[in-house]
């Protein structure tokens, strides 16, 4: 009985909520540090390199660990968040004309449910054309060996194609832009909402703690946003 009160209670999810959006927080860091290596002048080395990157990011037993966690904390987070943005429809006060919420709270913290639909949404196409390339799509044709001696799939090509292309590669860059716009919104308000939720509330660091929120909900969604835009108007056609 006292379980699955805990699993059907409020206070229980955005527990898990706020320790799984702690976590894709450091899974931000981490994948930022690798992409960033997309900036390099076009070159071989600059190709083997993140091409490595890519093969160690998907074959070594630690970071395929992690990234299964990573997985588990993505649909946890977003099956916790639309559960919660469900309950906390149901307990909204209703017929209240004097009932103003933008006065209370900020536009992100009342629309977490609508960024958390649009960055699912962008995960989903995004891993569908870069990861689910990588590991079943059809670079098998493109596979090389670096300097270092290794077999790799030229991933780095792929993605530079991608946001080059003639076509279709600004309209790319553009919605990346969108979903990195959402991801700061989002993490505007859960950075320091999740370390609240998990019971880091004092106010000697309270202050700090929305500061460094801040901070990292402009810092790292705009490092993710300037890649698509360098690699289609500043980096050397390939």
């Known amino acids: 009985m006292a379980k699955s009160a805990l699993l059907k209670s409020s206070l229980a999810k955005k527990y898990w909520m706020a320790f799984t959006g702690l976590f894709l927080c450091l899974f931000l ?20 390199q993140f091409n ?9 037993p630690a970071v ?23 309950h906390n429809r149901k307990a909204r006060p209703q017929g209240y004309v004097s009932f103003k919420p ?3 709270s900020m536009w992100s913290s009342r629309n977490m449910g609508i960024l958390g639909s649009i960055i699912l949404a962008f995960i989903i196409i ?5 990861w689910a390339e990588m590991k079943f799509g059809g670079l098998d044709d493109t596979i090389y060996t670096t300097a270092n001696g290794e077999e790799v ?13 003639a076509q279709y590669g600004l309209i790319w860059a553009i919605a990346y832009g969108f979903a990195m716009l959402a991801i700061a919104f989002h ?7 999740g370390f609240q939720s998990l019971g880091v509330n004092h106010p000697k660091y309270n202050g700090f703690i ?23 108007f500043v980096l050397e056609k390939i």
Do not use: C, W
């Open 153 to 165: 799939k030229d991933l780095y090509t792929l993605t530079i194609k991608t946001f080059q292309d």
């Open 102 to 104: 933008s006065t209370n």
């Open 29 to 48: 860091v981490g994948h930022l540090l690798g992409n960033l290596q997309l900036l390099l002048p076009v070159s071989e080395t600059a190709k083997d």
């Open 52 to 60: 490595e990157y890519a093969l160690f990011m998907t074959t070594n």
């Open 126 to 130: 995004h891993m569908s054309m870069f």
């Open 187 to 193: 993490l505007s308000h859960g950075f320091a909402s």
């Open 210 to 232: 929305r500061k460094l929120g801040y901070a990292f909900s402009v810092l790292v969604p705009l490092a993710f946003a300037v890649i698509p835009f360098y690699i289609y």
């Open 64 to 86: 395929k660990v992690l990234s299964y966690l990573t997985y588990i904390s993505i649909i946890f987070h977003a099956i916790d968040g639309l559960m919660l943005t469900i």
